[in-house]
């Protein structure tokens, strides 16, 4: 069976689900991007596995729900713009830098331009909270958008959908980056 770029996608995004918000606020130094809600899903998973045998945990005797609060004790995790990069990356494999990459530069001149809400595809961003959050488009089907995000109130990284005749739906824009179309 040959997978698609998408259904290849969707396996990346499994990586994901389930893991912590985290954001660096307050600001902290350091190298690592697991600890200012950068890492990768492997960089989270290896951080997670290094800090368990530290406190000399048995990982694999743990519940999903005690590996999260685990997580989320040790401030392991990951923020909106640094799923989203990671994901772009991916999908486009590209190198957008995890690091200097914010939910507002994501969603702004030069990386990309506003598109129509009708015309949403696999990887375009939906803006939220006046640059502050940002979704990433996983598909449209019909009305229907499919997304995934990472923040507080979903839980940590989660998937989320919406019907673009939804008034109620709240955002501030979608784009599409420019340098990967």
Request: aromatic share 8%; net charge positive; with cysteine.
């Amino acid at each position: 069976m040959v997978r698609t770029k998408l259904d290849s996608l969707r396996q990346e995004i499994l990586k994901y689900i389930g893991l912590p918000y985290h954001t660096n606020i307050p600001k902290i130094i350091s190298r690592d991007n697991v600890l200012v809600g950068k890492g990768n899903a492997k960089e989270i998973a290896l951080k997670t596995i290094e800090l368990a045998n530290l406190n000399n945990l048995k990982i694999l005797d743990l519940s999903p729900q005690q590996i999260y609060n685990f997580q989320k004790k040790n401030k392991i995790g990951i923020d909106c713009s640094g799923l989203v990069c990671h994901l772009l990356n991916f999908y486009f494999d590209t190198k957008l830098n995890v690091r200097r990459t914010s939910a507002d530069m994501l969603t702004s001149a030069p990386l990309s331009q506003p598109i129509e809400i009708k015309n949403l595809k696999t990887a375009d961003l939906i803006r939220q909270k006046k640059g502050h959050h940002v979704l990433f488009v996983i598909e449209k089907i019909g009305d229907k958008v499919i997304y995934v995000d990472s923040s507080r109130i979903g839980r940590g990284v989660h998937y989320g959908e919406f019907d673009i005749t939804d008034k109620t739906f709240k955002y501030d824009g979608v784009f599409r980056l420019l340098l990967l179309h």
